[in-house]
């Protein structure tokens, strides 16, 4: 049984770090140059970007019929000049998978006096013995705890299997 269809979106995000930079400086010396040397890549069709204070993420949407294999090598190769550039702190390209993506987020929560963050964790762990193929990726504890509430965020993430 498969939780997700095997779908594969012809879309590559392309993240520059550059630190200590204006949203200005980023756009003018990041995101333009990156967005001219990925713009002839074969199969793209659309492109969108948002500079930030040290960062840039570019989305590059190509056709269905794209090879995104090649479409990602191309794109590598494409950047190479900039991710040469030392004054760039990172620059990642990322295929979205959405078997990757959560499935399923659960939210336990506290009130004062109820059961402290280390019972909300036995909890957690206690539903997840039960939910495979499920599994924890993440908690958080957001910043509000202390002010009335306890609250654990496991992020569940489906993994495909194969029933009997």
Known sequence: MQLLPDISYPTLTVQTEYADSAPNEVETL????????????????RISSVSK???SEISL????DTD???????????IG????????????VRHFDPRQAPVLNLGLVADEGGPDLAELRRIVEFLNRFMDPVQV??????QYVGQGLKTLVPRLIGQTTETQ
């Open 137 to 142: 990726l993440a908690v958080e504890v957001p």
């Open 30 to 45: 990041i995101t333009r140059p990156l967005e001219e040397a990925v713009g002839v890549v074969p199969g793209l069709r």
């Open 68 to 78: 995104m294999d090649f479409a990602l090598v191309e794109v590598e190769k494409a």
């Open 61 to 64: 949407e190509f056709g269905w």
């Open 81 to 92: 000049p900039i991710r040469s550039d030392p004054d760039v702190d990172e620059v990642l």
């Open 53 to 55: 204070a040290g960062m």
